[in-house]
T-cell receptor
Framework: DQQVKQNSPSLSVQEGRISILNCDYT??????FLWYKKYPAEGPTFLIS?????DKNEDGRFTVFLNKSAKHLSLHIVPSQPGDSAVYFC?????????FGTGTRLTIIP | DAGVIQSPRHEVTEMGQEVTLRCKPI?????LFWYRQTMMRGLELLIY????????DSGMPEDRFSAKMPNASFSTLKIQPSEPRDSAVYFC????????????FGDGTRLSIL
């Protein structure tokens, strides 16, 4: 039973345009949501997070939006750059534990 | 600053052998996590420690798996005996105390059991 779902396994976006990655969850007890980026042969790297009491958090080119009523969050990257090509994981925390989605492979087309 | 350090980066061994994976967390981080990543199941939490004490090992697949954290700067994940289905990438992560603090991951150990 997947509590965190990323329904798009892959996404291709033109360089300079906006990338939007989506994530859905089922557990109302999650208190923080995080996005990680992963390059091949490396560990996931933390990108940005949002508390369950907020609806938006922005850090440079990255913005995360949270819609609690829909149990949905999204990561916006604008403008997209070639170095953004990676696998992006959505994660949700309950206390110290993280539950991860299955990831979305983002490819930025030059 | 050094991140989470895992060793070895790659391990290839024959079925039935004992495998030991090692992790050095970031200094000052109180919690340590072991994950396994496979194509079928994605990233799944195996066990986590807080202040060197195992808190939740419900993700450990079976008795062949064991984990220890003898001190704040070292942890091991052991598989004995190993089986081909244990082949996966194993990640270690650490985090400081505090809700919302992110986990920081090592680069993983790619394990292949022949």
């Amino acid at each position: 039973d997947q509590q965190v779902k990323q329904n798009s396994p892959s996404l291709s976006v033109q360089e300079g345009r906006i990338s939007i990655l989506n994530c859905d969850y089922t557990n109302s007890m999650f208190d923080y949501f995080l996005w990680y980026k992963k390059y091949p042969a490396e560990g996931p790297t933390f990108l940005i997070s949002i508390s369950s009491i907020k609806d938006k958090n922005e850090d440079g080119r990255f913005t995360v939006f949270l819609n609690k009523s829909a149990k949905h969050l999204s990561l916006h990257i604008v403008p997209s750059q070639p170095g953004d090509s990676a696998v992006y994981f959505c994660a949700a925390s309950e206390g110290e534990k993280l539950t991860f989605g299955t990831g979305t492979r983002l490819t930025i087309i030059p | 600053d050094a991140g989470v350090i895992q060793s070895p980066r790659h391990e290839v061994t024959e079925m039935g052998q004992e495998v030991t994976l090692r992790c050095k967390p970031i200094s000052g981080h109180n919690s340590l996590f072991w994950y396994r990543q496979t194509m079928m199941r994605g990233l799944e939490l195996l066990i986590y420690f807080n202040n060197n004490v195992p808190i939740d090992d419900s993700g450990m697949p079976e008795d062949r798996f064991s984990a220890k954290m003898p001190n704040a700067s070292f942890s091991t994940l052991k598989i004995q005996p190993s089986e081909p289905r244990d082949s996966a990438v194993y990640f270690c992560a650490s985090k400081p105390t505090g809700s919302g603090q992110p986990q920081h991951f090592g680069d993983g150990t790619r394990l292949s059991i022949l």
